[in-house]
């Protein structure tokens, strides 16, 4: 017999929330901020619309379905099952933070804050959600990007995989893709055509790149190396291009380097003197409902 679907309710904490766990109550909070000037009620405002939100899509799962929640802070220790539908109730960000930790499990975007937040990812209101889960809908593939070390370290990606520095010291390493050179620079990034919309877009547009950024669908990948610095011993001619399933861009490092996805720098890869890091189209994709 097989388990009835079980819908994972997906959440960030609000910043009034944050907030007051760090004052310890909310009149320390209020206190806080009307000494800069500010006051709680954008806050509450806010933290109103998020907690109705996930209300009304507690509400819309259906009776029979097993049903669990889940903040952004967890996600790298929650364990999901085949069976699982997520429901993203936040920012488009959100959406990207649980992708990298999923296997091919639907995911509905849900938009708390339309007059906030633009919906690229989160794509549905509240009032939209039951529909969505009781009806035949179309599924979107989104390429993810992936990245593994020589010795089995493996992470995937909606949006981009960074590889740099720890701290702000320069990254040192020898990139593939398929020319070869010695780099020292701030970092590496390599997006997918979702991530082509964010942080690899900032650094296309600011080098006046004529790179064709990759669709959100395309088993394509683009990347660019950030300030590479030219030296004797280290070269700026190859810093950004394309990446088509299956090729690989290569790096091997000579400094210490972390890798993380989708700006979770608390999930990383960690890269010594001498290992090998390859990056790729991942084999798994978001399957981003609606």
Known sequence: ???????????????????????????????????????????????TSQQAALAAVSAAIPLDWRRAVAERSDLDRFVFGPEDVVIAVGQDGLVANVAKYLDGQPVLGVNPEPARNPGVLVRHAPSDVPKLLTATTSVEARTMVAASTDDGQRLVALNEVYVGHRTHQSARYTISA????????????????????????SAWQERHSSLPLPSATMPTLCWFVREAWPSPATGTSYTEGLLTAPETLTLSAESDLVVFGDGIESDTLTLTWGQRLDLTVAEVHLNLIG
Request: charged share 20%; with cysteine; net charge positive.
């Open 178 to 201: 398929p020319h070869t050179e010695r780099q020292s620079s701030s970092g590496l990034l390599v997006g997918t055509g979702t991530g082509a919309t964010g942080w690899c877009r």
């Open 1 to 47: 017999m097989s388990l009835p679907p079980r819908a994972v309710v997906v959440h960030r904490a609000t910043e009034l929330t944050e907030l007051i766990a760090r004052h310890g109550t909310r009149q320390q909070a209020g206190f806080f901020l009307a000494g800069r000037g500010r006051s709680l009620a954008e806050l509450d405002e806010r933290h």
